[in-house]
């Protein structure tokens, strides 16, 4: 056996996977569910943010009417579905000790560090929220805009807390387990895990990607419809921006993801590569499923994923054969793991020619680019990101089966075996789709009053706003 592998801990712990607890499909549906949907959240409170403190420095600094407009209305929004991440994130902080009590039970005490770390920073991104909302107009121009900082550092600390979390059960460590029981722990070797710094700052950069050129693709969408104003331009130009930056960064904090990934986990690498055998030469697959242990359907490209993994075509890979039986993944779960990870490369390369061909067409005319083929390229990069963002965490959570804790704990011993978890997953779904559904109706209310120029009312909660008194340029 390649020790290399996890073995669980003993040999006498490693039971068959196909006899799977009666529970096991409901829980793994309804976290798929919540956490797909709240994860579509998290890019905005950790990055709309800082997009709207950057329309309001600029509002300050250059006595900009229109970037504090902008700042003003984003800053609505932005608390908007922080309430709407504040609800989903709660319901997911359930779920963990209601369908996985096998997993807090026995490693709580280390996996529920970061999230006590990740309940300070919630209640700091809270507080701060509501002194800039409140704010407007009520305290001094500059004193304002400080007061959202805390909002984006809370946000990034957060998200970050939820990260270490998460490459944790990748990377575990920190611990002394002892009789199965963790007797020590280590705070900061939990939180700061092997996988920590490279899956921080790849969901950062996914943040700042996914928020950008979402808010850019609405100003993109008024832009076709022939709103060519600089209240719009600018709306435009600051997310699509940032988003344009972000994205070549991200390229590369993935390609050297994957090279860790090939050597800390190589049974997910197998699962990303579809690699039914341990070989060298190994080419890379685009597309294609696993099939009775063969990878069918596929497109090769010799010797590439060798020479992505290791800088040469003779780098030898740990293919699907060299995992233990009985940890070994089945072929349906190889093939998402396969096929998200290529949806996750083919969006991402696509954001990327967009930002290449955003950054030329600004070099060349050193304006905004109108051009209706290019709008219209941004109006459905917001989606595209989205996508890209979920494929992305379909790789990581699949990719991790059947563990829940690598080398710890699979998955079958942390769900729960008593009850029926059905009508609770449909009272999950029912909670989910009222607070999206509401948010759509008041983000479009807004919007409408938006459009009419009436910007009373429309903060969700609070004293009704009035127009910022901040110095600004006179037209």
Same mark, same amino acid.
């Given at each position: 056996m390649d020790p290399s /592998? *996890?073995? /669980?801990?003993?040999? %006498?712990?490693?039971?068959?996977?196909?006899?799977?607890? %009666?529970?096991? #499909?409901?829980?793994?549906?309804?976290?798929? =569910?919540? #956490?797909?949907?709240?994860?579509?959240?998290? *890019?905005?409170?950790?990055?709309?943010?800082?997009?709207?403190?950057?329309?309001?420095? +600029?509002?300050?600094? +250059?006595?900009?009417?229109?970037?504090?407009?902008l700042a003003q209305r984003w800053s609505k929004v932005a608390a908007v579905l922080f309430a709407v991440g !504040?609800?989903?994130?709660?319901?997911? %902080?359930?779920?963990?000790?209601?369908?996985? *009590?096998?997993?807090m039970g026995k490693y709580g005490s280390a996996f529920g560090f970061p999230f006590a770390i990740e309940g300070l920073f919630f209640f700091l991104e809270a507080i701060f929220m509501a002194v800039y909302i409140y704010g407007w107009n009520r305290l001094s121009p500059w004193a304002h805009f400080w007061t959202g900082i805390p909002v984006t550092l809370a946000s990034v600390g957060g998200a970050g807390a939820v990260i270490a979390a998460n490459g944790w059960m990748n990377q575990p460590g920190g611990i002394v387990v002892h009789g199965g029981r963790v007797v020590d722990v280590s705070p900061a070797k939990v939180f700061f895990n092997g996988a920590f710094w490279l899956e921080f700052l790849h969901m950062l950069l996914a943040a700042y990607i996914v928020a950008g050129f979402t808010v850019a693709g609405v100003y993109a969408a008024g832009m076709l419809k022939g709103r060519r104003d600089r209240y719009h331009r600018l709306g435009f130009l600051i997310p699509l921006t940032v988003a344009s930056i972000a994205m070549p960064l991200q390229f590369i904090v993935g390609d050297t993801i994957a090279r860790q990934v090939f050597d800390k986990e190589p049974a997910k690498f197998a699962a990303i590569e579809i690699l039914p055998k341990t070989g060298d030469h190994v080419p890379e697959t685009l597309g294609g499923v696993l099939i009775d242990g063969k990878a069918r359907y596929g497109i090769q490209l010799p010797d590439i994923a060798s020479v992505l993994a290791g800088f040469t075509p003779s780098t030898r890979i740990k293919g699907i054969d060299a995992i233990p039986s009985a940890v070994r993944p089945a072929d349906a779960v190889v093939s998402v793991?396969?096929? !998200?990870f290529d949806v996750m490369v083919g969006t991402a390369s696509a954001l990327l020619l967009l930002a290449v061909w955003f950054g030329l067409l600004w070099w060349r005319r050193r304006?905004? *680019?109108?051009? +209706?083929? =290019?709008? +219209?390229?941004? !109006?459905? !990069?917001?989606?595209?990101?989205?996508? %890209?963002?979920?494929?992305?965490?379909?790789?990581t959570e699949v990719g991790r089966q059947p563990w829940t804790v690598v080398g710890l704990l699979l998955t079958r011993d942390a769900v729960t075996t008593t009850g029926n978890l059905w009508p609770f997953f449909g009272a999950a779904v029912a909670i989910y789709l009222a607070v999206g559904v509401t948010a759509v109706l008041v983000l479009r209310s807004m919007h409408r009053r938006w459009a009419k120029g009436d910007d009373a009312d429309d903060v969700p909660y609070g004293p009704e706003p009035t127009p910022p008194n901040q110095p600004v340029a006179r037209s």
């Open positions: /592998y *996890p073995t /669980y801990s003993a040999v %006498s712990q490693m039971l068959a996977i196909a006899s799977e607890p %009666s529970q096991m #499909l409901p829980a793994r549906e309804q976290m798929a =569910f919540t #956490l797909g949907f709240h994860i579509i959240l998290v *890019p905005f409170g950790v990055a709309f943010t800082f997009l709207m403190l950057v329309a309001n420095f +600029r509002g300050l600094r +250059r006595n900009d009417r229109q970037a504090m407009l !504040a609800v989903t994130g709660t319901v997911l %902080s359930f779920e963990l000790g209601i369908l996985w *009590p096998g997993l793991v396969h096929l !998200a304006d905004i *680019p109108t051009g +209706r083929w =290019f709008l +219209r390229a941004c !109006a459905v !990069a917001g989606l595209v990101s989205i996508v %890209s963002l979920e494929s992305g965490w379909v790789t």
